[in-house]
C-alpha cells in the first residue's frame, strides 16, 4: 500500500513539474519576438500550383521564402508562420500560406533556419508563361508575414511586394517526327 501511495506521489509530482515547464511559460510580446529573430534571404516569386501540357493550362500562385536567424541566447523551437496575400487596390486577401512549425527543427543561437516557403493556396489560371506576361488579371500582389511563437499571438514581422518573377519552366515541345521514308525493291 505505500508502494503505491509512494508511485502516485512520484506520478502527480512529476506531472506537476512538467505541466509548469511547459504549459505555465509567459508568451513572448512582439517586441520581445521582434528582438529575437532576423528574417534574412527573403525571396517573393510565382510559382506554379498546377501544369498541364494539353490543352495549355497553368495556375500560378504568390509565394515568400525566407530564413530566420536566431538573435538569442537560447534555441528557438517553438514557431509558426502564416503569409497573408492580397492584390493591390484589393480589400479582400487572395489567400493564405501557412507552416505549423520550423522545418528543420530548432535553431541554435546565432544560427539560421532551412529556408522556409509559404505559397498562397489560391492564384491566377492562365494557358502558358507568356499568357501571365501580358494578362490583365496578373496584378502586382504583396505578401504580410505573421509569425506566432509559444501561444503568442500572430505578430506582423514585414510586408514585401511580390516580385513577377515566374519559378517556373514550361518543358520543352517534343520535336517533330521525322517520317520514315518507304522505299521499294
Not at 505578430?155 to 520543352?172: A, N, T
Request: hydrophobic share 40%; with cysteine; aromatic share 10%.
Amino acid at each position: 500500500m505505500k508502494k503505491m501511495l509512494l508511485v502516485k506521489t512520484l506520478i502527480i509530482t512529476v506531472f506537476i513539474v512538467a505541466l509548469i515547464q511547459t504549459g505555465c511559460q509567459k508568451a513572448p510580446s512582439p517586441e520581445e519576438l521582434k528582438a529575437s529573430l532576423e528574417i534574412v534571404d527573403v525571396e517573393t516569386k510565382w510559382v506554379k500550383k498546377y501544369y498541364q501540357p494539353w490543352p495549355s493550362k497553368l495556375t500560378l500562385v504568390p509565394a515568400i521564402s525566407f530564413r530566420i536567424k536566431n538573435l538569442t541566447e537560447k534555441a528557438i523551437r517553438h514557431m509558426s508562420f502564416e503569409a497573408v496575400f492580397r492584390f493591390i487596390d484589393d480589400t479582400e486577401t487572395l489567400g493564405e500560406g501557412f507552416l505549423p512549425g520550423l522545418p528543420g527543427g530548432s535553431i541554435p543561437p546565432g544560427e539560421m533556419s532551412d529556408v522556409i516557403l509559404l505559397k498562397c493556396r489560391l492564384g491566377v489560371e492562365g494557358k502558358s508563361i507568356n499568357h501571365f506576361r501580358n494578362s490583365p488579371h496578373w496584378k502586382t500582389a504583396f505578401v504580410k508575414l505573421f509569425i506566432r511563437s509559444k501561444g503568442s499571438r500572430f505578430i506582423l514581422i514585414g510586408e514585401w511586394e511580390v516580385s513577377r518573377k515566374i519559378d517556373f519552366k514550361e518543358p520543352e515541345p517534343y520535336p517533330p517526327k521525322k517520317e520514315k521514308k518507304l522505299t521499294s525493291y
